[in-house]
């Protein structure tokens, strides 16, 4: 414990990183929230933290429909099925760094491309 806690202050010290930090990920907000909502089938809410929590608004698809089809690309994001005080249908996932965040975001329009053309075709 004593050396965990002696890193916790030693990385509290790097101001630089920390503000480098933060900057990335104010910056990858913005960028996440308007990209979310070129995705007319999500409902992003404007990110206050490290992550961002996105209602599905299609019906039909499920938040473990979108877990299950990113975990298949090694993309993550948290099925909030489990939430309570949410209801509907539920996505969350972490601000990361701009190139897997970018993946990600390619993931949901791929996973809303599909089940909209298997829809089409039915």
């Known amino acids: 414990n004593s050396i965990g806690a002696y890193a916790g202050e030693l990385m509290l010290q790097d101001t630089d990183y920390i503000k480098k930090t933060r900057e990335l990920i104010l910056e990858e907000h913005k960028k996440i929230h308007k ?3 070129d995705i007319p089938e999500l409902h ?3 990110p206050m933290a490290n992550f ?3 209602k599905i608004l299609k019906e ?3 938040s473990f429909d979108v877990f299950d089809f990113l975990i298949r690309r090694k993309l993550m994001v948290r099925d909030c099925a ?3 005080c949410l209801e509907g249908e539920f996505i969350r996932f972490c601000i990361m760094n701009p190139e897997d965040n970018k993946r990600l975001l390619e993931g949901l ?3 809303f491309k599909q089940y909209n053309a298997k829809k089409s075709e039915s």
Do not use: H, N
């Open 52 to 54: 961002v929590l996105v």
């Open 44 to 46: 992003p809410y404007k």
């Open 60 to 62: 039909g698809v499920t």
């Open 82 to 84: 489990s939430f309570t």
């Open 109 to 111: 329009k791929d996973f």
């Open 35 to 37: 990209a979310l909502l």
